[in-house]
């Protein structure tokens, strides 16, 4: 039995298991933190950025001012984004036969796997994994096709010219393996081979193998998976969180007497406290309104967002903010928010009780019912005729590098009265804001991550008590900032098994028995 | 042989009132807890006592299961659970779980408040049975206890319907409540993996009927609507709050924007508006193409039809009035019937089944007169049409069903006994399995061959493999030798050594052995020489000792000499060899060896093989 690692992002798998003959992938994580490596992509004409100086190497015999541009002491890549695939190399992944998704963060890649590499298997996932992930990968496409840029810059990426580039460009990792993103006809095929699945159900693969997903706890349809035969049984933990925020809580139990436990996706943030920094959101975006500037809310269409407003929504009244709009900008920003209110069975039990009376499980229904949110597919259009200031606008994407976000640092960088506050634990804020730089806005970052911490995940496997362990190597170690912290890592006896991209593990499995099926007509004859 | 036993309370040849027992592998589960629309006496639930004389339900029940908000599958749910008594788990999908306890409490105002009756349930009563409710989402496996799970799937029908499998081991039941086969305007067709349950209990409501398409029907539904309105007429169409109604409406909705009418349409009782709510928040039950475009449009967000008064039924000019329930037996459809009754002008289109007993029923088979409460009677002049809408499946559609789920004996509840005779007569001739059809009360039985796992040491199992040449061949069945020990409800199945050394118990061994006869006048000892260089030169290739202990070995079989005390010439060969040599006789049918032992009994030779 083996492990193939694809992604060395650990809260964006993408891991192969060998079981029983049968190949299984498990998540298929996209690692978009290569764009930041870009310029953003602007909206409208943006002068600042048109009139940045190419990047030339000091002794001259590099010229790359095509493709590079220097700003604010940093070099970009002046070209449609990339995003960092999983490895492709390592095995043949025409051999995959199932992909199972844990939630709609951890499926972003899946168009480059399922389409042009022979990929001919079933994928699984919940419907509100599949529907939100649908979302956010229309999003993305829109995004990327509606400012289509003309020059794709591929000389940088040549390994002679790499090595001689500043900053963090020269220690990217496989650029030359980074890819555009991917088509909206990609990304329908892709999802036709999606098959629907229900927490606890029990899916045979092939008579070998039994698939099951459980509540993770962590978003609106998130799973952890159990994949066991008769006599093993390996536990896939990705994304799961055990505070109360929207989703159905997490199921822990079935996650005992596990041969092994895969764990992924803990909290990118293991310091801050999510209540914490949800009062600072509050009170940051309260003093800015207050003060007449707007607030800026970088942030995924999906997800966190619905905790957003509904804390707001029992913010705005005490915060006299009853007048200050707030506006939702995305492609889906309305699809968004009319799904989450019709998944009632994925929901916490407090909110399935709201679907009983019956009455929408957010209470963000109410702010649009009541003119207090509007949401727009884009800031053209209706957006720009009722835009009124001060307000606070939520809009993607968090890396500021594409979507509407890119024209509002534009149109509120310059002033200090205004703030942008992050979000999304997903990018480091000072990297995404460099191409902005310099900058009078105020940044505050309060980013929330509700995925299980260190302290969490110890407990968890106290309980559970899986024989081994396999995780990615950071979760071995103190993060490089913190290296004193060892209540940062895992401690485990026996260790954890770590891995890295392009890691293959051998998962150690102790197997005594293996199960005949005897008809009882049969078996009725052994006593005779 | 195990056996699993199925008893309708309710719906056995009949339809209303379902209530199925199933014992399975030790587990009973009720299915269903409905009313009969067609009784006010105590025949309106099914009779409990059949489950137990006297005391609660909940020591003879390890669950029950709701298949969906019909008031003829769940009306009985709080009498049951909390006059007769029940404590376990109630298992129902969100949406019946959310729509359920409306209309119990619907059916307890029309039964109590209007009829006066005493001795039902309570308000307080429907919110205590409710908190026993677990709900269920599609296709996930619910463990009710560590040996019984259930799952549900798709069934259309209404809004939440689902079917049932029941699960013990490898023994299952499929419970299909009521269903539906084709998609319609809302919801979507029923669908089941091939899960091969021992019984399928299917609802047989149209089991003779075969609908002529959907399209025809509505088309000649909206003709006679169209074609009263045209004339002044008012339409009343009985309706339950939830399900039909809102087809109806997304029908009648889109038919008024296409002509431009004016008409007004109403829908009676204030469920319309909070209806169409959980239609919306529940729109993952409806079908695929409301569910595609609900963002951009949601269906359940009518234009044309308004909430009704009471005062409206008397006002001039036509209109079409949805009222509330279905078989005009009780409430604001019965009224209305009332005053409209009389006008030869007017239609009441009957757009579902209707229980013996019911005015519906009565008006539907041609009565002319009704004999309402209080010695009055009441002329029915106005049109009667009938409009198959309700979702069952008809006998295409039952066939469609067994042909996905492929059961190993059919059982029919929910439908008229001549209608089940010849469906039952269908299914046999078709599918070649059994079908039962048992009234109420009478219990159905059928025998089941489940599988029984076994773990095999792998040990084992490599070294039986091992025996049997390089690999092994899937296809064909191989016997295999080793020890089964049950323990603790599990069985295993391991090497005999590794049995006894588990079970503490020590080896004995079991020791064939021959006689062989013969005359020979020399010492025991020069016997036993001249037989070992005898075997010497005759048994080439095998391994022969003289050991000093006065015996002889061929491979494991001992040898050895012995004379009688009356005649010292008269010698005696024993033989002794194991069990394990018997299984594998490679000496034995070594020819040289045979004839050895043959030529040397001339006198009496007596093998005990």
């Keep these: 039995m083996k492990l193939y690692c694809l992604s060395g992002h650990p809260t964006l798998p993408c891991n192969v298991l060998k079981f029983k003959s049968t190949t299984i992938m498990l998540d298929c994580g996209l690692d978009t933190t290569s764009v ?14 048109s009139k940045l100086t190419g990047w030339t190497s000091k002794d001259g015999t590099v010229n790359l001012e095509k493709e590079l541009k220097e700003c604010a002491g940093r070099v970009f890549v002046d070209s449609q984004p990339e995003f960092c695939l999983p490895e492709r190399e390592l095995l043949d992944l025409s051999t995959i036969d199932v992909i199972l998704i844990s939630n709609y963060h951890c499926m972003m890649a899946l168009p480059y796997i399922t389409e042009h590499t022979g990929f001919t298997g079933t994928v699984y996932a919940t419907e509100p994994t599949l529907q ?21 810059a591929t000389c940088w990426k040549n390994k002679d010219l790499q090595r001689v580039l500043p900053g963090p460009l020269k220690e990217a990792v496989d650029v030359w393996t980074w890819k555009r993103c991917y088509s909206m006809h990609e990304v329908n095929s892709a999802l036709s081979k999606v098959q629907l699945v229900g927490y606890s159900q029990k899916v045979e693969l092939f008579g070998a193998v039994q698939v099951s997903p459980l509540s993770s706890g962590y978003s609106l349809g998130s799973s952890n998976w159990i994949i066991q035969s008769h006599h093993e049984k390996v536990s896939y933990v990705s994304g799961s969180s055990l505070l109360t925020t929207h989703p159905q809580p997490m199921d822990q139990s079935s996650l005992k007497n596990s041969d092994v436990l895969i764990l992924t996706g803990l909290t990118q943030m293991p310091t801050a406290n999510p209540d914490g920094m949800l009062g600072e959101f509050c009170s940051n975006l309260a003093m800015t309104i207050r003060a007449g500037g707007n607030v800026l809310v970088p942030c995924y269409s999906s997800g966190v967002i619905y905790d957003l407003l509904e804390c707001l929504y029992q913010f705005i009244e005490s915060a006299n903010l009853g007048t200050t709009p707030f506006y939702f900008i995305s492609p889906v920003a309305n699809s968004s928010l009319e799904f989450s209110q019709i998944f009632a069975e994925w929901l916490c039990h407090n909110k399935q009780t709201k679907v009983y009376l019956p009455e929408p499980p957010f209470p963000h229904a109410e702010l649009i019912q009541t003119n207090k949110l509007k949401h727009y597919p884009s800031i053209h259009g209706d957006f720009s005729s009722e835009f009124r200031q001060p307000c606070v606008v939520f809009t993607g994407h968090p890396s500021l590098r594409f979507g509407d976000v890119v024209h509002f640092m534009e149109l509120w960088g310059k002033s200090s009265l205004n703030t942008v506050i ?4 997903d990018f480091s804020y000072l990297d995404a804001l460099a191409p902005y730089q310099p900058l009078a806005m105020k940044c505050v970052y309060c980013p929330i991550d509700t995925r299980l911490n260190f302290h969490q995940v110890s407990k968890l496997l106290k309980e559970v008590q899986p024989l081994h362990v396999v995780c990615p190597e950071q979760y071995t170690q103190p993060p490089l900032s913190q290296s004193h912290r060892s209540d940062l890592m895992l401690e485990l006896t026996p260790p954890p098994m770590p891995y890295r991209r392009c890691s293959v593990l051998n998962l150690p499995f102790r197997r005594r028995y293996d199960v005949l099926l005897t008809p009882i007509s049969e078996s009725s004859s052994w006593f005779m | 042989m195990p056996e699993i036993k199925v008893t309708p309370l309710g719906a056995g040849q009949d ?4 209530c199925i027992l199933v014992s399975i592998g030790g587990k009973n589960i009720m299915l269903d807890c409905g009313m009969h629309m067609g009784y006010n006496d105590d025949r309106r639930f099914p009779d409990f006592s059949y489950v137990t004389q006297n005391g609660r339900l909940t020591d003879f029940l390890d669950c029950v299961i709701i298949s969906h908000f019909h008031l003829d599958h769940c009306g009985a749910l709080p009498y049951m659970s909390e006059m007769v008594g029940y404590d376990g788990p109630i298992y129902m999908t969100h949406p019946t779980k959310a729509i359920c306890p409306i209309l119990l409490e619907d059916f307890r105002k029309i039964t109590v408040d209007k009829k006066g009756e005493t001795n039902f349930f309570t308000s307080q ?12 989402n599609l296709h996930q496996t619910v463990q009710v206890d560590d040996e019984l799970e259930i799952k549900a799937y798709y069934a259309g029908h209404v809004l939440g319907a689902a079917m049932v499998q029941i699960k013990v081991g490898s023994e299952s039941v499929v419970y299909t409540g009521d269903y539906n086969m084709t998609p319609d305007r809302h919801l979507g067709a029923a669908w089941i993996d091939k899960c091969r349950p021992d019984i399928l209990i299917s609802e047989s409501t149209y089991a003779t009927t075969i609908r002529d398409s959907k399209r025809c029907r509505e088309r000649d539904f909206l003709k006679k609507v169209h074609e009263s309105i045209e004339r002044g007429g008012k339409v009343l169409i009985p309706v339950f709050a939830l399900g039909r109604a809102q087809e109806l409406c997304i029908l009648l909705e889109t038919f008024w924007e296409r002509m431009n009418l004016k008409a007004p349409i109403y829908f009676s009782t204030g469920l319309t508006e909070k209806a169409n709510h ?7 039950w409806t079908n695929q193409k409301i569910r595609k475009t609900f963002v951009q449009r949601n269906m359940f967000e009518f234009k044309h039809i308004k909430a009704f008064d009471r005062s409206y039924a008397d006002n001039p000019g036509p209109m079409v009035v949805f009222a509330t329930p279905g078989m005009l037996h009780a409430g604001q459809s019965l009224q209305i019937f009332k005053k409209w009754a009389g006008n030869e002008k007017n239609m009441v289109i009957m757009p579902g089944y209707c229980v013996q007993g019911t005015i519906g029923h009565k008006i539907l088979n041609g009565q002319r007169k009704l004999e309402m409460e209080g010695r009055a009677t009441l002329d029915v002049k106005l049109q009667v049409e009938y409009m198959s809408f309700s979702a069952h499946a008809d006998a295409k559609g039952i066939m469609q ?9 059919m059982l029919l509840v929910h439908g008229e006994a001549a209608k089940m005779e010849f469906l039952k007569g269908k299914i046999e001739q078709e599918f070649s399995i059994d079908c039962y059809m048992p009234a109420n009360g009478e219990t159905a039985m059928v025998t089941t061959n489940p599988s029984v796992p076994v773990d095999m040491s792998l040990n084992l199992l490599k070294r039986e493999m091992a025996l049997g040449g390089p690999l092994p061949d899937p296809k064909k069945p191989r016997t295999m030798h080793g020890t089964l020990i049950m323990k603790e409800n599990s069985l295993k199945l391991v090497s005999s050594e590794q049995a006894l050394k588990e079970l503490g118990l020590n080896e004995h061994q079991l020791r064939f052995t021959c006689r062989v006869q013969l005359q020979d006048p020399h010492s025991d000892p020069d016997t036993l020489h001249r037989v070992y260089t005898h075997l010497k030169s005759v048994l080439k290739g095998y391994t022969i000792q003289h050991l000093p202990d006065g015996t002889v070995m061929v491979e494991s079989i001992v040898i050895k000499v012995s004379s009688s005390a009356e005649d010292v010439n008269a010698k005696v060969l024993l033989l002794s060899w194991s069990y394990q040599v018997q299984q594998s006789p490679v000496i034995f049918s070594s020819e040289p060896f045979n004839q050895f032992l043959f030529s040397s009994s001339r006198k009496g030779f007596r093998h005990t093989r």
Aim: proline content about 10%; aromatic content about 8%; charged content about 25%.
């Design chain 1, 36 to 49: 930041l490596n870009f310029l953003p992509l602007p909206l409208v004409h943006s002068p600042r950025l």
């Design chain 1, 132 to 152: 939100i992930g649908r979302l956010l990968m229309e999003e993305l496409v829109n995004f990327m096709e509606r400012v289509p840029k003309a020059q794709s």
């Design chain 1, 422 to 425: 992050f979000t999304e634990p």
């Design chain 2, 15 to 18: 339809v209303g009132r379902s």
């Design chain 2, 125 to 136: 009563m429907i919110k205590d049975c409710m908190k026993k409710v677990v709900p269920l």
């Design chain 2, 278 to 284: 959980y239609y919306k928040l529940f729109i993952t």
């Design chain 2, 401 to 409: 069903l067994i042909r996905m789920a492929e059961p190993r004996n």
